[in-house]
């Protein structure tokens, strides 16, 4: 089992950056995808970044050049971030940190992040 904490989030006015941080801790796997989603309100959940254990990244179009995720090991921890600058009302949504290894997808609970404009 792997568990996954979030922190960061909150409420930015248009342009501002936010910074998320995601820890996994349990069972980790040498190789495994750390990343984000989200879904905004009456939407679907989204991809917008995932990032591996050998630090390659994969980013939504909409988020590209704005957004960085990286990720960092610590022993038995394993901590992903999301740097969010530039920030636009369309990007307010729930974040979630997700964390895949062999066939199985872990979900953190979410966090608020809320942009106005």
């Known amino acids: 089992q792997v568990q996954l904490v979030e922190s960061g989030g909150g409420l930015v006015q248009a342009g501002g950056s936010l910074r998320l941080s995601c820890a996994a801790s349990?069972?980790?796997?040498?190789?495994?995808?750390m990343g984000w989603y989200r879904q905004a309100p009456g939407k679907q959940r989204e991809f917008v970044a995932t990032?591996?254990?050998?630090?390659?990244?994969?980013?939504a179009e909409s988020v590209k050049g704005r957004f960085t995720i990286s990720r960092d090991r610590d022993n038995a921890k394993n901590t992903v971030h999301l740097q969010m600058n530039s920030l636009k009302p369309e990007d307010t949504a729930v974040y979630y940190c997700?964390?895949?290894?062999?066939?199985?997808?872990?979900w953190g609970q979410g966090t608020q992040v809320t942009v106005s404009s």
């Open positions: 997700n964390h895949v290894q062999g066939a199985v997808r872990y």
């Open positions: 990032i591996t254990t050998g630090s390659n990244t994969n980013y």
């Open positions: 349990g069972r980790i796997f040498n190789y495994n995808v």
